[in-house]
């Protein structure tokens, strides 16, 4: 079974910090996709990384995948009170093409 | 501009009752799939469609049934329901279920409470 670890499970901090979140795998992936869900609503995509070392950035979310495909980082700039939320990320599984994804890591920043 | 529309969004149901989670999609997407969400354990896959008469298992199927009669609709049943299975589903559909970069579609989900 491919498992898709997230470290760290909670993270509160203030605004203005900076922080980064961990998804690791012993497993290889076609694609890693990270998602934001907000309490009350189901997740909605970020962004999609396919090819290993990989960087994209989305305003102050910088998104890393690994040479190897086995894992991924969120790194966020100066983070804000609306960055709050669940952060999920999800591996597509190489043999099977489903996505699996990991624990979530909830973020609370505060004012 | 509906995406994936969830009912009911909330649900209180005694031990050994059935019911049936709704699921629609107007985005003519192919794939659809049903997960649940637990505190600590992320998202699990229970069922899956890659398209109209076409279903399978994920992760955690037990206890649960799906059919998919139509490309929009994909109803999951609790056929006899347990406190397991007290969680908060979500649907979920997307264009393709094979394209590296098609992107999941989630509804607002369901919060069942087994009693």
């Known amino acids: 079974t491919q498992l898709l670890e997230q470290s760290p499970q909670f993270l509160s901090i203030q605004e203005g910090e900076n922080l980064t979140v961990y998804c690791n795998s012993s497993?290889?992936?076609?694609?890693l996709q990270w998602y934001r869900q907000e309490p009350g609503e189901g997740p909605v995509l970020l962004v999609t990384?396919?090819?290993?070392?990989e960087v994209k950035k989305l305003k102050r979310l910088t998104f890393q995948f690994g040479d190897a495909r086995k894992d991924s980082s969120l790194h966020i700039t100066a983070a804000q009170p609306g960055d709050t939320g669940l952060y999920l990320c999800?591996?597509?599984?190489?043999?099977?093409?489903?996505?699996?994804f990991g624990q979530g890591t909830t973020l609370q920043v505060k004012p | 501009n509906a995406g994936v529309t969830q009912t009911p969004k909330f649900q209180v149901l005694k031990t050994g009752q059935s019911m049936t989670l709704q699921c629609a999609q107007d985005?003519?997407?192919?794939?659809m799939s049903w997960y649940r969400q637990d505190p600590g354990m992320g998202l699990r896959l229970i069922h899956y469609?890659?398209?109209?008469?076409?279903?399978d298992q994920g992760e955690v199927p037990n206890g649960y049934n799906v059919s998919r009669s139509t490309t929009e609709d994909f109803p999951l049943r609790l056929l006899s329901a347990a406190p397991s299975q007290t969680s908060v589903y979500f649907c979920?559909?997307?264009?393709?279920?094979?394209?590296?970069?098609?992107?999941?579609?989630f509804g607002n989900g369901t919060r069942l409470t087994v009693t």
């Open positions: 999800a591996g597509r599984s190489s043999n099977t093409g489903k996505l699996i």
């Open positions: 979920a559909s997307s264009y393709s279920f094979i394209t590296y970069n098609s992107p999941l579609h």
């Open positions: 469609s890659v398209g109209a008469g076409i279903t």
């Open positions: 497993s290889v992936f076609s694609s």
């Open positions: 990384v396919v090819t290993g070392g």
């Open positions: 985005m003519n997407h192919e794939y």
